[in-house]
């Protein structure tokens, strides 16, 4: 493996490793409604990764002493499968997925409106089968659209974005050796419609000027993320109503 001076990330035409302009998102798909014994359910492919999430709930908060009695608890938990990584990564929580699971229950937490559901609780569970960096931006955003499909009343979804500095260029959306060899990443988690920040995280260092331009390439990308997330709604609503019309 080389290091980050002999890995040239960017090109003399202005285009990186995988062929990308600076401002130019991975491809991204999401379904919803895969797991049939899910109350939801939504799968992700973000470049080369893939992730799938559950949603249970909401039910009872156990045990008890766990309850609010004045709202719903978000529990999320976030794996990487053993099998997700080239190096084959120890099973179980480490302190990193431990980490990602918490800022990722308290990001999901603003968007549902946990109100409604007082001394209960409602689990996300987000497993990575396949990473290629970014895992935490794409969990996140594959979660808001699980609780949705859930039925389970949202103010708005979440939409998780990355930004970062590579070969002192402030680029969107960092891919594997980006995120390997580059100087900085910014996951942000942003409320679509408010543009509310409800997740953000840096790696490396940035001035503000840099900050700023990573930040605008992020508030620019979600727009187009939050699209592909009504897309993927919009397709299962539009099959539950053929399917109840044929009823």
């Known amino acids: 493996m080389g290091t980050a001076s002999d890995i040239k990330l960017i090109d003399e035409n202005g285009l990186r490793i995988d062929g990308r302009s600076p401002t130019e998102l ?8 895969v797991l049939d014994r899910a109350d939801g359910s939504a799968f992700i492919e973000w470049g080369g990764n893939k992730i799938l999430v559950a949603v249970y709930g909401p039910r009872e ?7 609010d009695i004045e709202k719903a608890i978000i529990k999320a938990r ?21 980490e990602i699971s918490k800022v990722i229950s308290e990001a999901l ?9 007082p001394r209960a609780q ?20 594959a979660a808001s659209v699980a609780l949705a499909s859930a039925g389970i009343p949202m ?7 990355a930004a970062g500095k590579v070969d002192g260029q402030i680029v969107l959306d960092l891919g594997k050796e980006e995120d390997n060899f580059g100087e900085a990443d910014l996951p942000m988690g942003i409320l679509a419609k408010s543009g509310k920040v409800v997740l953000m995280q840096m790696d490396g260092d940035l001035s503000a000027e840099e900050f700023d ?6 508030l620019d990308a979600v727009k187009r993320i939050n699209e592909i997330q009504r897309e993927a709604l919009a397709g ?10 044929g009823e």
């Open 61 to 67: 908060a156990y045990p008890k002493h766990t309850q």
């Open 213 to 218: 331009k990573a930040t605008e390439l992020i």
């Open 236 to 245: 299962k609503f539009v099959s539950l109503a053929l399917e109840r019309g």
């Open 26 to 33: 991975r491809p991204i798909k999401i379904e919803t409604d």
């Open 122 to 141: 409602i689990d996300v569970f987000i497993e990575v089968l396949q990473a290629d960096a970014g895992t935490r931006i794409a969990g996140l955003t």
């Open 155 to 161: 103010r708005d979804l979440v939409v998780g974005c």
């Open 78 to 98: 976030y794996n990487m499968a053993a099998f997700s990584v080239d190096e084959r990564k120890r099973p179980g929580p480490d302190r990193r997925s431990i």
């Open 109 to 117: 937490s603003n968007a549902v409106m946990v109100e409604q559901f």
